[in-house]
């Protein structure tokens, strides 16, 4: 179990916010759901939507393509998070060429993976979930549906993120 510590945590998060600010000017002005294509945009990143030869496997990233696949298959909130996810790697780990993303990592949201998955995963959550804007509809709401229908991604990954923010 990959557990991360406070400080890589903080980076996380702030890196997320890095990348938001650059996109969207002003943290202010970021309103959910996040447009992830304008951060691939930006970011002169491709996107790839289709069907891998194994069944399990939801995305995929190739740095030297500057290229993120998706699985074509998954539901619209998950392919979101996916290309959060491999946006992570883009962004955190440079050393990482090449990177395959399982759907059985998708179910380990708390922190059960390689300490680089459990990166990529935060990473996501706060790109997707920006901390200021969960706590903000979680105190209107605290309803995980509604957030999760609010933010563009699925119930689960809300309710990663409010566990791990200590919110649950």
Do not use: C
Request: hydrophobic fraction near 40%.
């Amino acid at each position: 179990m990959a557990i991360l510590s406070k400080d890589q945590i903080l980076s996380i998060e702030s890196s997320a916010q890095d990348v938001l600010l650059s996109v969207f000017d002003n943290l202010d002005s970021v309103q959910p759901p996040i447009d992830i294509f304008k951060i691939l945009k930006k970011y002169n990143l491709k996107l790839q939507v289709g069907r891998f030869k194994e069944e399990n496997i939801a995305g995929a990233y190739k740095r030297l393509d500057n290229t993120i696949f998706v699985n074509s298959d998954d539901p619209y909130p998950r392919q979101v998070f996916t290309i959060a996810h491999e946006l992570g790697h883009h962004f955190l780990h440079n050393d990482k060429n090449e990177e395959v993303f399982l759907r059985t990592a998708l179910t380990k949201l708390d922190g059960q993976n390689s300490p680089q998955e459990s990166e990529a995963n935060w990473f996501a959550a706060s790109l997707l979930m920006p901390k200021k804007l969960i706590l903000k509809y979680w105190e209107l709401t605290h309803d995980v549906e509604k957030i999760s229908a609010i933010f563009g991604v699925s119930p689960t990954a809300v309710y990663f993120r409010l566990k791990n923010l200590q919110l649950l």
